[in-house]
């Protein structure tokens, strides 16, 4: 990958014997490709992707495409989700990933600032954003949460927010702390693997200054 010619990934999820939220996974890529390129050359119906392998049809699966001018790869592996259980709050500087770039690296470096917890949440300019891998949404009594801040807005975000399911709020990392102005309780990590209904909650005693 060059400067000239990035690499960026889409991670599409196959589960109950189809693949879900497909046009957004397709609007995201022409999106990425008009502000990269000057071009959307990806069909935003996602018509191109191969069929899942019949041995993995039955499974929840992580299909990953690479792309950048054209489709550089597409990849299926069974999906298991990392078990997250504590946070840790931690500065991004001037970190930018409104892009889905397929170099991951400063997100990687941020996570191994981690210490003891089990992922971090990553503080910009004062403010909350994301995990190094997921969107954040917080359950304050019947209300869901998510920071209006993200470093990338996710698919699976961007759904529950266009659906209503999620209110879109600026929050410092008091507001997601024991006592905030909130009444915040608990975190969920989502992103494409992984749906709210099936994210695990992280009780807010377990984010760690």
């Not at 008009?34 to 069929?51: K, N, Q, Y």
């Amino acid at each position: 990958m060059t400067l000239n010619n990035p690499l960026f990934i889409e991670t599409i999820r196959w589960s109950d014997g189809k693949f879900h939220l497909l046009e957004l996974h397709g609007r995201r890529m022409e999106r990425t490709r008009l502000e990269v390129f000057g071009s959307a050359c990806v069909v935003p119906d996602m018509s191109w992707l191969p069929p899942v392998p019949e041995n993995l049809k039955n499974r929840t699966v992580k299909c990953r495409v690479r792309y950048g001018r054209e489709i550089h790869s597409v990849e299926f592996e069974p999906y298991t989700p990392r078990k997250i259980e504590s946070l840790k709050l931690v500065d991004g500087g001037n970190i930018d990933y409104h892009l889905k770039y397929s170099d991951r690296s400063a997100l990687t470096d941020l996570a191994e600032m981690r210490g003891d917890a089990d992922e971090v949440i990553i503080v910009k300019d004062g403010f909350i954003t994301d995990t190094s891998y997921s969107n954040l949404v917080f359950a304050a009594g019947e209300r869901f949460l998510t920071s209006d801040r993200q470093l990338l807005r996710g698919v699976m975000l961007s759904h529950l927010l266009e659906s209503g399911k999620v209110s879109a709020v600026a929050l410092r990392p008091d507001d997601i702390l024991p006592g905030n102005r909130y009444g915040i309780t608990c975190a969920f990590m989502v992103n494409a693997m992984l749906p709210i209904e099936s994210a695990k909650p992280i009780d807010i005693r377990n984010i760690i200054r």
